[in-house]
């Protein structure tokens, strides 16, 4: 994020001055600048005011379980408290930074990673026809890859198909 700002002139309606080719307002346009006092005389002989434009900061990735704790934060105290930096260092200690700019800047959700799972190449009827394990009726082996084949890496550990014979093929989510 630069630290050059720019500058617009906006009346009291929401409309900004547009000075190409003429000066007119507008609501959807407007002329931006980088000095302060070409602004200040358009504000002054056009009508208006000032206003500062500002790169909006990127926003952090952080856990559901942090997203979570940001709600929190945000409903105890409120936007832009000083408390809640003190109370986000006391609690968070390792996640501490992060929490502190998603609670500045603002926050995305990081998606769970999602894995199919090959069964082991034995259980094949042939080569050409892999099998992925399902979660129909209990966990079972089939042929092709539908919806039920998808795992978190959750369901991966509880059903216990982390590693061999087994072996995992990371999902994209291309409708996204």
């Known amino acids: 994020m630069s630290e050059e700002k720019l500058y617009a002139v906006k009346d009291d309606e929401g409309k900004y001055l547009d000075m190409d080719p003429a000066p007119w307002w507008d609501g959807q346009v407007g002329t931006a600048v980088r000095s302060i006092d070409v602004a200040l005389t358009w504000a002054k002989n056009h009508g208006g005011h000032v206003v500062a434009l500002i790169e909006e900061p990127e926003k952090v990735v952080i856990s559901k379980t942090n997203a979570l704790r ?6 105890r105290y409120g936007r832009y408290n000083p408390d809640a930096v003190s109370d986000i260092l006391a609690r968070y200690k ?11 800047n603002g926050y995305t959700v990081a998606k769970e990673k ?3 799972v090959l069964a082991p190449k034995s259980w094949w009827q042939s080569e050409d026809k892999p099998k992925y394990m399902h979660r129909t009726f209990g966990i079972s082996a089939y042929r092709g890859a539908g919806e039920d084949s998808v795992f978190t890496q959750k369901q991966l550990d509880l059903y ?11 999902v994209t989510d291309d409708a996204d």
């Open 70 to 75: 940001q709600g929190w934060l945000v409903a």
């Open 160 to 170: 216990e198909l982390n590693g061999a014979p087994f072996t995992k093929e990371e």
């Open 94 to 104: 390792d996640e501490a930074w992060d929490m502190i700019e998603a609670y500045v």
């Open 114 to 116: 999602k894995y199919r």
